[in-house]
Each structure stands twice: as structure tokens, then as C-alpha cells.
């Protein structure tokens, strides 16, 4: 929902990917931001008015992205998609960091208004286990969040790094944090800051996954 610059961008990038799509605005020439020739489908109408959402395809959806102007726009159709239509993937774009703490306890992920929300939004699509804090390096490079899973914990921070693909830059534990060296390991509850290469994503999963027997 929100054909402006980010639901444009993020529209073509997911079309590109091989994903059907279908975009809502409520003015017909927004639509205008589309390249042309580009063809997704285009809807004209309220995003969170049930009969539009349905008319988009909205109940056989596996995800909805609301990036309009307006944060109640925003998170109403968010809502409705999570809550009445139970939309597995749900994202929404909030330019008031007061409301986003809100809507993350409603269990709808938030992203700020920055130059890098299309590429976040797609991080947060098809990697949702990640919280994605800043995109840098034209994109090549990734900060990440991380929970720490049980069965890292007493492992060394650096079991889950590689060189020139995955680092550990700092672990909050508590509300503190520290920077960590080489012989930190992870404790219960500690999340795990990284940067990781874009292409190193895979190699990341590996690493966080269980040894195997």
C-alpha cells in the first residue's frame, strides 16, 4: 500500500525477484512512479478499506508492506492485514518513533522513513528472524540484530563469525553491552550485533545453526 518512492522501488525490486505483486494508492498518477512499461497490478483506493484490500488479492497474500504518507494509514490497513486477514508477513512504515515501539508489541515490524527502507523491507520479508538496524557500503553490508539461541550459549562469540563475511561488533546483555574479544562467550539473553556481507547471508544461518551430532 503507498505507491511513493519506497513502494515503487520496493514493488519493481519484488516483481524483478519473481513475485506477484499488486500495488494500492489512493491517486490513480501515483501509479506514475512506476517505470515505464513496468506492469504490476494496480489498484486504486483506500489501503485499509476491506472491499479494496480483497480486490488486491489481499486473503491469498503471504505478505503486506504499508509505506503510505500517513502513519494511521499505515498502521490501520497494517491491522486489518495481520489481525482480520492474518497476512503471514506484515510490515509497516512509521515516521513517529513513539508509535513504532507501540506496533512492535502488536507483533507488526516498523521501519523508519530512510533512504535504505526499500532494501530493509525486503530483509525483513525473507530474512524475519534478523532485525535489520542499517544498511551501509551501497548496500553490501549489513547490520543485524540478533537473539542468541540456547545452544550458543557458553560458546565463544567468535564461533559464529568468518572472516570477511561475518563479524560480532558488540553484545548487549542486560541494557549494557560490550564490545568483545577473543575470549567472550555468549550468556542467556544476549543479543548479538553483526555486520555481515550481503552475499554471506546463508553462511550466517550456518553459522547460528546447531552443531550437528
Known amino acids: 500500500m503507498g505507491c511513493g518512492r519506497v513502494g515503487a522501488a520496493l ?7 519473481g513475485h506477484s505483486v499488486t500495488i494500492i494508492d489512493k491517486r490513480h498518477d501515483a501509479f506514475d512512479k512506476l517505470p ?13 478499506d476491506r472491499e479494496v484490500l480483497e480486490e488486491a488479492g489481499i486473503k491469498e497474500a503471504g505478505a503486506f508492506v504499508a509505506v503510505s504518507n500517513g502513519d494511521n ?3 490501520v490497513s497494517a491491522r486489518i492485514a495481520r489481525e482480520h ?3 503471514p508477513k506484515v510490515i509497516a512504515r512509521i515516521y513517529d518513533p513513539r508509535r ?7 507483533n507488526i515490524p516498523t521501519v523508519a522513513s530512510v533512504r535504505w527502507a ?7 520479508l525473507f530474512h524475519g528472524k534478523d532485525e535489520l538496524k542499517e544498511s551501509f557500503a551501497g548496500g553490501a553490508l549489513l547490520h543485524l540484530q540478533r537473539d542468541v539461541p540456547d545452544h550458543l550459549v557458553g560458546k565463544a562469540v567468535s564461533s559464529v563469525e568468518a572472516d570477511g563475511a561475518v563479524r560480532v561488533i558488540g553484545v548487549d546483555r542486560g541494557g549494557s553491552g560490550f564490545i568483545p574479544v577473543a575470549s567472550s562467550t555468549f550468556q542467556e539473553g544476549d543479543i548479538a550485533h553483526m555486520v555481515v556481507a550481503r552475499v554471506s547471508l546463508d553462511k550466517l544461518d550456518v553459522l547460528m545453526q546447531p552443531a550437528a551430532d
Open 11 to 17: 514493488t519493481v525490486q519484488l516483481a524483478k525477484g
Open 36 to 48: 515505464p512499461g513496468f506492469e504490476a497490478r494496480q489498484i486504486v483506493g483506500l489501503g485499509f
Open 73 to 75: 494509514s499505515n498502521i
Open 85 to 87: 486477514y492474518h497476512v
Open 100 to 106: 513504532a515501539e507501540i506496533y512492535e508489541r502488536l
Open 118 to 124: 526499500a532494501q530493509q523491507i525486503q530483509f525483513l
